[in-house]
């Protein structure tokens, strides 16, 4: 049986004192995308942090099984250190060796940038750095949040053959994205079938 690696269930999300949506479920196995759409400000950042755990849902369950990383618009990566010892330091989180700092950054076309100091880098070699950071983890499950932002015609198609490759090799990807990304087969759960009406709008308590 494909290995589960994450589902979750009845998921209700509060912002302040507001329900953006309610009865949200899902789940993903090994080799699985799951796109989540809806227009801006209706949750979609919101749930991944619920499912990464950075955020508690007002409503309902997560089950995880095995490591997850995630990316969003803050990359991660220490502004003083540079490229290189700034994704060592995930690797030696996650277990791995140094040697697959070189291999990340090269799968990234951004090996030249080793040595420069994570503020120097560009809005698209940042996220190229980010990406790596996902190369050096062992995590199992991709939790992205725009990571087409800021990326090259170069860099999208980079970002689309990481995502396969992940899949490809047992891992799952779930993803926000407003960029068209080519990700074979993704499901898709769209918030804006969840969001409350009428005076629902303050639920659940
Ligand atoms: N820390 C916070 N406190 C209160 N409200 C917040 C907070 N962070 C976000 N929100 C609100 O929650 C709503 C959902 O935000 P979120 O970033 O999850 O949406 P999104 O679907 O990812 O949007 P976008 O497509 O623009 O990235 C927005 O109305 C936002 O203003």
Do not use: Y
Request: glycine share 12%; net charge neutral.
């Amino acid at each position: 049986m494909t290995r589960e690696l994450i589902r979750f269930d009845a998921l209700a999300c509060r912002r302040s004192t507001r329900l953006l949506w309610r009865g949200v479920g899902g789940q993903l196995a090994a080799g699985e995308a799951l796109h989540v759409t809806g227009a801006n400000g209706i949750g979609k950042s919101s749930l991944i942090r619920i499912l990464a755990d950075l955020l508690p849902a007002a409503h309902g369950t997560v089950r995880r099984d095995g490591r997850i990383a995630m990316i969003d618009e803050a990359h991660a990566l220490d502004r003083d250190m540079t490229v290189g010892h700034a994704l060592a330091f995930w690797a030696k989180v996650d277990g791995m060796g140094r040697d697959k700092v070189a291999g990340a950054l090269a799968s990234l076309h951004i090996g030249h940038l080793a040595d420069v100091p994570v503020r120097f880098l560009s809005t698209g070699q940042r996220k190229r750095a980010g990406l790596a950071r996902l190369l050096v983890s062992s995590a199992s499950l991709w939790l992205l949040d725009e990571p087409g932002n800021g990326l090259d015609r170069d860099g999208l198609a980079l970002l689309e053959q990481l995502m396969a490759n992940h899949r490809a090799s047992g891992g799952a990807v779930l993803l926000a994205s407003h960029l068209p990304l080519a990700v074979d087969g993704a499901k898709t759960l769209d918030l804006s079938a969840h969001q409350p009406v009428g005076e629902d709008i303050w639920g659940p308590a």
